[in-house]
């Protein structure tokens, strides 16, 4: 079992950075693949950011060259360093994990076990 908890959301002006973490618990947090999603109003859930349990990073097209996906397997955190924030990525942000102790990424939402219960980023124009 693995309870995730984010923190970091808030509101940003276009342009800005924002830093997310995601505090895990559990004894096998290395084995776990882990990823950020977002939900926007009106829309379905989507994939952002993705690291394996070697930190091996996967992004959306989105994101990619903006947003940084890293993880601290010592202190069972995972982050996500956004820069040049848009207002299209206002939205609820979770992290999320799989159990994939071979390595390898998830990037499905089918495919996470666990889901933190998000932390809202507002970026305004």
């Known amino acids: 079992q693995v309870q995730l908890v984010e923190s970091g959301g808030g509101l940003v002006q276009a342009e800005g950075s924002l830093r997310l973490s995601c505090a895990a618990s559990?004894?096998?947090?290395?084995?776990?693949?882990m990823g950020w999603f977002r939900q926007a109003p009106g829309k379905e859930r989507e994939f952002v950011a993705a690291?394996?349990?070697?930190?091996?990073?996967y992004y959306a097209d989105s994101v990619e060259g903006r947003f940084t996906i890293s993880r601290d397997n010592a202190k069972n955190m995972v982050y996500l360093q956004m820069n040049s924030l848009k207002p299209e990525d206002t939205a609820v942000y979770y992290c999320?994990?799989?159990?994939?102790?071979?390595?390898?990424?998830?990037?499905?939402?089918?495919?996470?076990?666990?889901w933190g219960a998000g932390t809202l980023v507002t970026v305004s124009s």
């Open positions: 999320a994990a799989s159990w994939i102790p071979t390595g390898g990424i998830a990037t499905q939402v089918g495919g996470m076990d666990y």
């Open positions: 690291i394996s349990r070697s930190s091996s990073t």
């Open positions: 559990g004894r096998t947090f290395s084995s776990y693949a």
